[in-house]
T-cell receptor, first 109, second 112 residues
Framework: EDQVTQSPEALRLQEGESSSLNCSYTVSGLRGLFWYRQDPGKGPEFLFTLYSAGEEKEKERLKATLTKKESFLHITAPKPEDSATYLCAVQASAGKSTFGDGTTLTVKP | DAGITQSPRYKITETGRQVTLMCHQTWSHSYMFWYRQDLGHGLRLIYYSAAADITDKGEVPDGYVVSRSKTENFPLTLESATRSQTSVYFC???????????FGQGTRLTVV
């Protein structure tokens, strides 16, 4: 059974204070690892897809990395508008994804 | 408007009633999904569909029914609503098996 564990559950940062979110996974035949952002009252929005260990992707202040067992979402010099819940999901050989419970990030000005 | 839309956005129903949540996408994506999200939890898959007339169970299918007669629509029916089905429901679509998913705005369902 595919499993995804995200840590920490909640993270509070001061504006400009860089940090990382973790996504640990076990899956048979990883086809892709996805990061989404979810704002309160809205559906998740796609951020990144990583397909193989060693791959990295960046978008503004966010950088996602992937190893064979985990993925990190690095947030550099965050701003209050980065406050959201960040969800990690793994895609195995079947058509469905398994999501983690998310990390809720709060960035204080 | 292009995208994926859910209706209604909010619904209150009584225990035992049948409720249908609607989902419509304009991209002709092959895959469509229904998730529920409860406080403090991530997204749990209820049902998914790989194409019209093809559906399969997810992690928590009990008490739910889906159909997909047309590629663009994927309604979710609660046959006899229970309080444990109070949740936020998200519909999503994806182009293929490994592409990213696009989510609707969600339906907040309360069963009283």
């Amino acid at each position: 059974e595919d499993q995804v564990t995200q840590s920490p559950e909640a993270l509070r940062l001061q504006e400009g204070e860089s940090s990382s979110l973790n996504c640990s996974y076990t899956v048979s035949g990883l086809r892709g690892l996805f990061w989404y952002r979810q704002d309160p009252g809205k559906g998740p929005e796609f951020l990144f897809t990583l397909y193989s260990a060693g791959e990295e992707k960046e978008k503004e202040r966010l950088k996602a990395t992937l190893t064979k067992k985990e993925s990190f979402l690095h947030i550099t010099a965050p701003k209050p508008e980065d406050s959201a819940t960040y969800l990690c999901a793994v895609q195995a050989s079947a058509g469905k994804s398994t999501f983690g419970d998310g990390t809720t990030l709060t960035v204080k000005p | 408007d292009a995208g994926i839309t859910q209706s209604p956005r909010y619904k209150i129903t009584e225990t035992g009633r049948q409720v249908t949540l609607m989902c419509h996408q304009t991209w002709s994506h092959s895959y469509m999904f229904w998730y529920r999200q409860d406080l403090g939890h991530g997204l749990r898959l209820i049902y998914y569909s790989a194409a019209a007339d093809i559906t399969d169970k997810g992690e928590v299918p009990d008490g739910y029914v889906v159909s997909r007669s047309k590629t663009e629509n994927f309604p979710l029916t609660l046959e006899s609503a229970t309080r444990s089905q109070t949740s936020v429901y998200f519909c999503a679509s994806r182009e293929n098996r490994v592409s990213e998913a696009f989510f609707g705005q969600g339906t907040r369902l309360t069963v009283v």
